[in-house]
């Protein structure tokens, strides 16, 4: 009995195609094909601009990947970056630099947005005091000078609601 070549490739990826790139954000949609022409995955990934560099690539994609989750400050991108050095046994200072003045460019690395986020998420979930909140913030790498707007006095009451 004779098989068919195609139809033992069907279930197969059989290449990737680019679509729709957006250069002012350096993304870049790939649609995976199957020998079916059916589409299997999309996937958005950020292209590298004008660096060959493959650790900055690298460090550039981990990143992106880490601050999907959540927002994240500047020093928590730095400091994940230098882990992700360390961890990979690889010199970059500048590479880190690099990295972060992209985030930057692309919009994710915004301390103003991310204090104004943490501040939201802590009233909404976890309520906090306005002087909890502040060191917390400082040790996220928000200096002291963002000014909160916290009313104590409503948590209080919601505190006091929550145990009667």
């Known amino acids: 009995m004779r098989r068919n070549p195609s139809r033992h490739l069907l279930g197969k990826i059989v290449g990737k195609k680019p679509q729709g790139f957006v250069p002012e954000r350096g993304v870049a949609q790939l649609v995976e094909h199957t020998a079916g022409g059916r589409v299997v995955a999309r996937s958005n990934r950020v292209t590298p601009t004008m660096n060959s560099n493959p ?8 990143s992106i990947r880490f601050v999907s989750y959540r927002p ?3 020093k928590e991108i730095r400091d994940f970056l230098q882990k992700k050095l360390m961890r990979w046994k690889v010199f970059g200072g500048t590479v880190v630099q690099n990295v972060a003045d992209r985030l930057a460019e ?13 501040v939201e998420q802590r009233q909404t979930f976890k309520p906090k005091g306005t002087r909890l909140i502040k060191q917390e913030l400082k040790m996220k790498g928000i200096d002291e000078t963002f000014e909160i707007r ?9 505190a006091v609601q929550k145990k009667l």
């Open 55 to 62: 650790t900055y690539e690298r460090l550039l994609s981990a």
């Open 150 to 158: 916290i009313d104590e006095v409503e948590l209080a009451r919601r």
């Open 72 to 74: 994240r400050s500047e």
């Open 106 to 118: 692309l919009g994710y690395l915004d301390d103003a947005k991310f204090a104004a986020w943490w």
